[in-house]
């Protein structure tokens, strides 16, 4: 298997970069915004979330234009030298990895409370790890197209799903806008951050893309699709169950599609689907991780086995999935890696691209 001659599409890159965002989040984003806002301003944060990201988002693919066909393992050497660039590259690498173990933990705790009860935490996150080791070692041209099978189902159920809900819909329970001011709006931006990790897998896909220059488009577009999904989702549960309803729910988004059922559907309750269309998606974060990881160590160390890499990667994820005791402390893990990808995808792109600017590393493609 060799990546070095594939070539995706602007259209592709996009749906990566959704694939990748739309993970975790989406169950608990209503909750943890809603905590730290108070107040029913919850969406302003969400907007404000996805044009700041966006914006960091450019940042970081402009870095990548200028080192065409480089990942971002292969370019921090020239920018900063090899000590440097093994450190920020390892920390890239571990924060992959953790990546894919806290999504796949997810998973395994929700299938395990509402689908497979009583089934062990550690069957379930194997049974995806080697499903999902299955789909990677065939390369980026099998994941980009299941890919592009995964992302149009997933958005058309959910976001059925979701405005079915409207019967609950209550306008209300947004009001009043701003009542506190701007602040409690910008209490609600930390949280966010974890949902939007995604973008940062343009450090390795920009170095695939046809055609780099519009690595910007895919990010933008990503980026926006992604935003209205959360938004949707945020604007109609906490429309539904209300900010006081919220905030006591473990996984909000899967009580509102559960509260409310359609006679004479085929699925008159539609939180199985719900879940099977959610699983796709922490499927996909998972292995676009875990390849991420890989392609990571095999740039960064330059080594030649990439299918071993991944079979090797296995047992740290799946070490790495087992630490938190229990839901709690998954959720404590979220935040630190939300803590984690302001510096390393926020912070570091910034840096590096003044510094090859400065040093005048890289071609003039930004």
């Known amino acids: 298997m060799n990546d070095s ?25 209503p909750r943890t915004t809603s905590k730290a806002v108070g107040t029913p301003d919850v969406w302003i944060s969400i907007i404000l979330s996805g044009l700041i990201i966006t914006g960091v988002g450019i940042i970081l693919v402009t870095l990548c ?58 069957a379930i996150v194997m049974v ?21 099978v995964i992302l149009p189902i997933t958005l058309v159920i959910f976001v059925m799903e979701i405005l079915l809900s409207n019967q609950l819909f209550e306008i209300s329970n947004l009001r009043p806008v701003l009542g506190e001011g701007i602040l409690p709006v910008i209490k609600g931006l930390k949280p966010s951050l974890l949902s939007y990790t995604g973008y940062e897998v343009m450090l390795v896909i920009t170095a695939y893309m046809q055609n780099p220059q519009k690595s910007n488009k895919a990010m933008t577009w990503g980026l926006g699709i992604s935003t209205a999904i959360y938004l949707i989702t945020v604007v109609m549960v906490v429309g539904s169950l209300s900010l006081d309803g919220i905030k006591t729910r473990t996984w909000p988004t899967l009580d509102l599609v559960r509260s409310f059922e359609i006679q004479g559907l085929i699925f008159e309750r539609f939180e199985s689907l719900l879940l099977v269309i959610w699983i796709l998606q922490i499927f996909s974060t998972f292995a676009i991780t875990h390849y991420c990881a890989s392609v ?12 071993t890499i ?46 090859s600017i400065i040093r005048k590393k890289g071609g003039k493609h930004a």
């Open 5 to 29: 001659q594939v070539k995706i599409s602007t259209t592709q890159a996009a749906v990566i970069i959704v694939n990748y965002m739309l993970g975790a989040g989406i169950l608990t984003l």
């Open 65 to 122: 234009r200028r080192f065409p066909e480089k990942t971002v393992f292969q370019f921090t050497r020239e920018i900063t030298g090899s000590w440097i660039a093994y450190i920020l590259g390892c920390a890239n690498i571990i924060y992959f990895m953790v990546i894919a173990a806290f999504e796949i933990r997810v998973m395994a705790d929700v299938t395990g409370m509402y689908l497979l009860e009583r089934t062990p935490t550690w």
């Open 128 to 148: 995806f790890m080697w499903i999902g080791i299955y789909l990677i070692s065939g390369g980026l041209p099998v994941i980009v197209r299941v890919f592009e």
């Open 296 to 307: 990571g160590i095999r740039d960064l160390f330059k080594a030649k086995k990439m299918r």
């Open 310 to 355: 991944m079979y090797c990667l296995l047992p740290f994820i799946y070490l790495a999935a087992m630490i938190p005791k229990n839901v709690y402390e998954t959720f404590a893990l979220g935040d630190m890696l939300g803590n984690v990808s302001v510096v390393l995808f926020a912070i570091m792109p910034l840096m590096l691209l003044l510094l």
